[in-house]
C-alpha cells in the first residue's frame, strides 16, 4: 500500500537558518506533490503545489523540490522566523483531488 | 468569517450516541470533503462529494455517513459513536480541478466517552 513519510521529530533550529523537511514516498507514483501548514489546534493551510515534471517550485522564503527518482520532496524554509514553527503537512495526488497525507513533521524556530 | 465553517468545534459524547458535524462554505466550491486526523497520523479521508448529487467513500468510512444538502452543506454523521472515533476531524473544499488545492475548516474535536 501507499506510505508516505515524514519525521516524526521535532525539528529544532534557529532563527535566521535554513529549515529543510522531507517527505519520503512508496508504491506511488503521484503526480503532484502539496505541502500544507498546520498550526495548533487549527486546520491545515496549503503552501505550494509541484507537479512531476518539475524539479522545483519557490514561493518568497519557500522552496520545494520534487524528485520522482528518489521519491521524495524536500520544503525549504530560508530565513526562517519563530513565526514559520508549525508543523507542515505534504500530500501526494493523482488526478480528482483524493490526496494522500503524511504525518506531519512539527518545526520549532527558536530566537 | 471563516470561508468553511464547522460546527460544533468541540463536542463530548458517550458511546452509542448519535452524532452529526455540520461543514457550511462561501467559497463557492462543488467540491467537499471530511477527513480524519489522529496523533501521529496523516489526514484519512472519510468521504468525499464532487456536487450535490455525488456521494463517494473514502478510505475510512466504516462507521459514518454523510449528507450533501446543498452546494455549501456537508455533514458527517457518527449513527452510534464508540471511542476509537474519538478524533479532529476537518471539513475541506476545492475548486473542481486535478490538483485543487484544499481549504480546510478550523476542524471539529470529537471525544466519545
Known amino acids: 500500500s501507499q506510505k508516505i513519510e515524514q519525521n516524526s521529530e521535532a525539528l529544532n533550529i534557529q532563527e535566521g537558518k535554513t529549515a529543510t523537511l522531507t517527505c519520503n514516498y512508496t508504491?506511488?507514483?503521484?503526480?503532484?506533490l502539496q505541502w500544507y501548514r498546520q498550526d495548533p489546534g487549527r486546520g491545515p493551510v496549503f503552501l505550494l503545489l509541484?507537479?512531476?515534471?518539475?524539479k522545483e517550485k519557490r514561493k518568497e522564503r519557500l522552496k520545494v523540490t520534487f524528485d520522482t527518482t528518489l521519491k521524495q520532496s524536500l520544503f525549504h524554509i530560508t530565513a526562517s522566523q519563530p513565526a514559520d514553527s508549525a508543523t507542515y503537512l505534504c500530500a501526494l495526488g493523482r488526478g480528482y483531488n483524493k490526496l494522500i497525507f503524511g504525518a506531519g513533521t512539527r518545526l520549532a524556530v527558536h530566537p | 468569517d471563516a470561508d468553511v465553517t464547522q460546527t460544533p468545534r468541540n463536542r463530548i459524547t458517550k458511546t452509542g450516541k448519535r452524532i452529526m458535524l455540520e461543514c457550511s462554505q462561501t467559497?463557492?466550491?462543488?467540491?467537499m470533503y471530511w477527513y480524519r486526523q489522529d496523533p501521529g497520523l496523516g489526514l484519512q479521508l472519510i468521504y468525499y462529494?464532487?456536487?450535490?448529487?455525488?456521494?463517494n467513500k473514502g478510505e475510512i468510512s466504516d462507521g459514518y455517513s454523510v449528507s450533501r444538502q446543498a452546494q455549501a452543506k456537508f455533514s458527517l454523521s457518527l449513527e452510534s459513536a464508540i471511542p476509537n472515533q474519538t478524533a479532529l476531524y476537518f471539513c475541506a473544499t476545492s475548486l473542481g480541478t486535478d490538483t485543487g488545492e484544499l481549504f480546510f475548516g478550523e476542524g471539529s474535536r470529537l471525544t466519545v466517552l
Open positions: 462529494s464532487f456536487d450535490v448529487k455525488d456521494i
Open positions: 509541484i507537479r512531476e515534471n518539475e
Open positions: 467559497k463557492g466550491h462543488d467540491r
Open positions: 508504491n506511488y507514483s503521484p503526480a503532484y
